[in-house]
């Protein structure tokens, strides 16, 4: 009798994440352990309620705390240097949702010099380096496509629990090791599920593949036009996901203009592949970027308006992208980008870069001044 296949323990951690993100989503706690034993709840602060805080603090028996990132706690005044990284702030007073909302939503000042704000900011608000579970919880939210700042309240240690402890209490349990390797296993959980011959205005011999990762996470597209050869530099662009631009047809940016001419000129040179990756916004995800188009709207550009939110200015990753190429049997690319850290993120997950191929579109009166941010502040080439 055959023995029983062994579990994919990555599978089922990337569940326990995705499990937690749909609680976080949800405005329910979730509890994140370390391997030392220690455990923090945490919620999300774009989905707290009064109820929710109050839950909190009676399960972990302790005053919550927030831990935001480094550009959210700059874009507030609670600190003077912004940056990538993760701060934690304990205050002096009990804190209330109006006055966490007043901290860390995206277009406020700082509650103490917020005279619109419902209720009193804490007098005295410490700021520190966050530990292992606040970062963990701020990347939480990340993977929520929450805004990312969390409340989170350590378990007194005479109520350190156990599985069955959170199974009581209907709480995710996740570790925080687990969160931090999420993305990357989810991208090397990609496997082929889908494929079909998709004739398109652009190029009529295209084909679509749809790639998902084991725990049944968001589909990555590779659109594949004619036959291109493995063994050979393959011409790739990637796309991120832009719902505004490659479906609405928005001048805000540039995104449908390079997905469609990117088609063509792939059809018209013979073969090559387009990933379109699920990263919308930078990888901030639609929501956010709405929001970020409001920050736009009141000055910020496009780099500064992810910062204010709390995102650094570009979260998109590029492990999927490579994954899906060596899946399709291809290392090597020439790749269609004016963005030459795309290049650099795709050789460091493995996929060698011989050529870059220029890919520039004309700006609108409605995108000049992305296209110049893009130039100016991340370098890319036009």
């Given at each position: 009798?055959?023995?029983?296949?062994?579990?994919?323990?990555?599978?089922?951690?990337?569940?326990?994440?995705?499990?937690?993100?749909?609680?976080?989503?949800?405005?329910?706690?979730?509890?994140?352990?370390?391997?030392?034993?220690?455990?923090?709840?945490?919620?999300?602060?774009?989905?707290?309620t009064?109820?929710?805080?109050?839950?909190?603090?009676?399960?972990?028996?302790t005053?919550?705390?927030?831990?935001?990132?480094?550009?959210?706690?700059?874009?507030?005044?609670?600190?003077?240097?912004?940056?990538?990284?993760?701060?934690?702030?304990?205050?002096?007073?009990?804190?209330?949702?109006?006055?966490?909302?007043?901290?860390?939503?995206?277009?406020?000042?700082?509650?103490?010099?917020?005279?619109?704000?419902?209720?009193?900011?804490?007098?005295?608000?410490?700021?520190?380096?966050?530990?292992?579970?606040?970062?963990?919880?701020?990347?939480?939210?990340?993977?929520?496509?929450?805004?990312?700042?969390?409340?989170?309240?350590?378990?007194e240690?005479?109520?350190?629990?156990?599985?069955?402890?959170?199974?009581?209490?209907?709480?995710?349990l996740?570790?925080?090791?687990?969160?931090?390797?999420?993305?990357?296993?989810?991208?090397?959980?990609?496997?082929?599920?889908?494929?079909?011959?998709?004739?398109?205005?652009?190029?009529?011999?295209?084909?679509i593949?749809?790639?998902?990762?084991?725990?049944?996470?968001?589909?990555?597209?590779?659109?594949?036009?004619?036959?291109?050869?493995?063994?050979?530099?393959?011409?790739?662009?990637?796309?991120?996901e832009?719902?505004?631009g490659?479906?609405?047809?928005?001048?805000?940016?540039?995104?449908?203009?390079?997905?469609?001419?990117?088609?063509?000129?792939?059809?018209?040179?013979?073969?090559?592949?387009?990933?379109?990756?699920?990263?919308?916004?930078?990888?901030?995800?639609?929501?956010?970027?709405?929001?970020?188009?409001?920050?736009?709207?009141?000055?910020?550009?496009?780099?500064?308006?992810?910062?204010?939110?709390?995102?650094?200015?570009?979260?998109?990753?590029?492990?999927?992208?490579?994954?899906?190429?060596?899946?399709?049997?291809?290392?090597?690319?020439?790749?269609?980008?004016?963005?030459?850290?795309?290049?650099?993120?795709?050789?460091?997950?493995?996929?060698?870069?011989?050529?870059?191929?220029?890919?520039?579109?004309?700006s609108?009166?409605?995108?000049?001044?992305?296209?110049?941010?893009?130039?100016s502040?991340?370098?890319?080439?036009?």
């Amino acid at each position: 009798m055959p023995l029983p296949t062994p579990p994919d323990t990555n599978a089922h951690a990337l569940r326990l994440v995705d499990r937690a993100r749909v609680a976080l989503r949800c405005g329910e706690p979730v509890a994140i352990a370390d391997d030392t034993g220690r455990l923090v709840l945490t919620l999300a602060v774009e989905t707290l309620t009064p109820e929710a805080l109050a839950r909190l603090r009676l399960l972990a028996g302790t005053a919550p705390m927030l831990a935001l990132t480094r550009w959210r706690a700059a874009a507030v005044g609670l600190i003077a240097q912004a940056g990538p990284g993760v701060v934690s702030l304990t205050p002096a007073a009990e804190l209330t949702v109006g006055t966490i909302h007043a901290l860390v939503e995206p277009g406020r000042r700082p509650p103490a010099a917020d005279k619109a704000a419902a209720e009193p900011s804490p007098t005295v608000m410490t700021v520190g380096e966050a530990d292992a579970h606040a970062i963990a919880a701020v990347r939480l939210t990340k993977l929520a496509a929450l805004l990312p700042t969390a409340v989170l309240a350590v378990v007194e240690p005479g109520r350190r629990p156990d599985p069955a402890w959170c199974q009581r209490h209907d709480l995710r349990l996740v570790t925080d090791a687990d969160i931090a390797e999420y993305q990357r296993q989810a991208a090397q959980a990609l496997r082929p599920v889908a494929e079909a011959r998709v004739p398109l205005a652009e190029a009529p011999d295209a084909r679509i593949i749809a790639f998902r990762p084991s725990n049944g996470g968001h589909e990555h597209l590779a659109i594949v036009i004619g036959e291109p050869r493995t063994g050979e530099p393959v011409l790739v662009r990637l796309h991120s996901e832009c719902f505004t631009g490659d479906l609405l047809g928005s001048l805000r940016c540039d995104c449908g203009d390079q997905l469609r001419r990117a088609i063509a000129d792939i059809s018209a040179l013979g073969s090559g592949i387009v990933l379109y990756l699920a990263q919308e916004g930078r990888g901030i995800g639609l929501v956010n970027k709405l929001r970020a188009y409001q920050l736009q709207d009141q000055g910020y550009d496009t780099l500064d308006a992810n910062e204010r939110l709390g995102f650094d200015a570009d979260e998109r990753l590029y492990l999927p992208a490579a994954e899906m190429l060596r899946r399709l049997g291809f290392d090597r690319v020439r790749l269609m980008t004016n963005n030459p850290d795309k290049m650099a993120q795709l050789a460091r997950c493995g996929i060698q870069v011989v050529e870059r191929v220029p890919h520039i579109i004309p700006s609108n009166d409605h995108n000049e001044a992305y296209l110049k941010t893009k130039a100016s502040r991340s370098g890319h080439l036009f």
